[in-house]
């Protein structure tokens, strides 16, 4: 839902999603652009996703996690969910580099992450976020929470006490509550990030 807010296709865009897993937001896209790759570290990630094809316009690469494969256009728009946040300090910038020069021009870059700056949490804070995008020859043209982590309410929505039909109207509430405070008084939150070359 915060992705599908922020981003317009006119149905032309060649997409590639960092980080597919198992396919989920490649096939939740591919009928919306013209073609999809999904890269992933995890061949059986990549075997679930193609078990489970939803789409003829999404392929899928397999990715050692340390040597970028290499394409052969630029990507009108990079989609990366909850990736990051699990890549070494020392893979950081090289990843980002890796990332920006496979986008087009023109082309936007798409993130949610775990952002805090609680000492337990073992995240990133927002300012190493937008640090590293600016090391890496991007720039971060919007930032803003998503999501707070450990919320309460989702744990009620964890274990089917919610009813599924209220899941869309709850995370738009949040969406819009959280954008309104940056604070970081929280374990995390989940920002949304857009990106750009510079």
């Known amino acids: 839902m915060a992705i599908d807010e922020v981003l317009e296709f006119t149905g032309d865009e060649l997409v590639l999603d960092f980080g597919c897993g ?3 937001i490649a096939y939740w896209i591919a009928s919306k652009v013209r073609e999809v ?4 570290v995890s061949r059986e990630m990549i075997d679930l996703a193609e078990s489970n094809r939803v789409a ?10 340390v040597h970028f494969p290499v394409f052969p256009y630029p990507f009108d728009l990079i989609l990366s969910v909850g990736v990051l946040q699990v890549i070494g300090n020392e893979l950081l910038i090289s990843t ?8 087009n021009k023109d082309g936007t870059l798409c993130m949610i992450e775990h952002v805090s700056d609680h000492p337990k949490a073992g995240k990133r804070s ?7 995008f600016g090391s890496s020859g991007m720039e971060c043209f919007q930032h803003y929470p998503i999501r707070k982590g450990r919320w309460w309410f989702l744990y009620l ?14 995370a738009s509430w949040e969406m819009k509550k959280n954008r309104k ?6 374990y995390y939150r989940d920002y949304l990030f857009l990106l750009k070359r510079v």
């Open 37 to 40: 790759v999904g890269v992933e």
């Open 126 to 132: 927002l300012k190493e976020y937008l640090d590293a």
């Open 157 to 170: 929505i964890r274990y089917g006490l919610v009813p599924h039909q209220w899941f869309s109207q709850i």
């Open 96 to 103: 980002l580099s890796s990332l920006a020069r496979c986008l």
């Open 56 to 65: 003829k316009n999404v392929k899928f690469v397999l990715y050692d996690g």
């Open 181 to 186: 405070r940056e604070d970081q008084g929280t």
């Open 22 to 24: 198992s396919g989920r």
